[in-house]
């Protein structure tokens, strides 16, 4: 490749980078201190590899600004640390998009258990009314064939709305 080529690409990318995103995040109103409710996911490590996180990844299409990294490699190598994320809503109508998937500490594990027929994942959306000052859990399960992810109420177990259940 000579030069002039070189240096046409990298102009290239750097006016590509230098593009505002197109994506759109959830965010609480600017300034807004009124009652909200609260929504967590759930995560499990399943070994020091891979583990399970069941969690909002989308607020009425938008999606969640610095939630979508839910494992971490820990002490500099692939060891799995998992976080369960959360976030605000206001008590009005709301369509989330819930998700539940495997999780990996790194490229490798994730690769392999791929294409072992390991990864798994489901993914809807559920439409309901949060109350004020109401807490709310992801949960769900990940096993060959029986894959789904719901919402209950933190503190009474409850399910709000249906299950969300992979297609087979």
Same mark, same amino acid.
């Given at each position: ?8 690409? &990298? @102009?290239? #990318?750097?006016? %590509? ?5 197109? +994506? ?5 109103? /600017? ?11 759930? &995560? @499990?490590? #399943?070994?020091? %590899? ?5 969690? +909002? ?5 938008? /999606? ?24 605000? +809503? ?31 994942? +489901? ?46």
């Amino acid at each position: 490749m000579n030069f002039s080529r070189s240096l046409k690409l &990298a @102009a290239a #990318g750097l006016a %590509f980078a230098s593009l505002p995103s197109c +994506v759109k995040y959830h965010n609480l109103p /600017e300034g807004y201190s009124g009652p909200v409710a609260t929504i967590r996911g759930t &995560a @499990a490590q #399943g070994n020091v %590899f891979k583990g399970q996180s069941f969690r +909002v990844t989308k607020v009425d299409g938008l /999606e969640i600004a610095g939630r979508g990294a839910v494992a971490t490699p820990t002490g500099g190598g692939p060891v799995l640390a998992v976080r369960e994320p959360q976030v605000q +809503v206001l008590p009005k109508p709301v369509t989330l998009t819930l998700t539940g998937s495997t999780i990996y500490a790194a490229d490798g594990p994730a690769l392999v258990d791929s294409m072992i027929g390991g990864a798994r994942h +489901v993914s809807g959306d559920l439409s309901f009314t949060p109350k004020a000052g109401g807490e709310y859990r992801v949960k769900g399960i990940l096993e060959k064939g029986s894959e789904s992810v719901w919402l209950e109420e933190e503190k009474s177990g409850k399910l709000v709305g249906n299950k969300i259940t992979k297609a087979r």
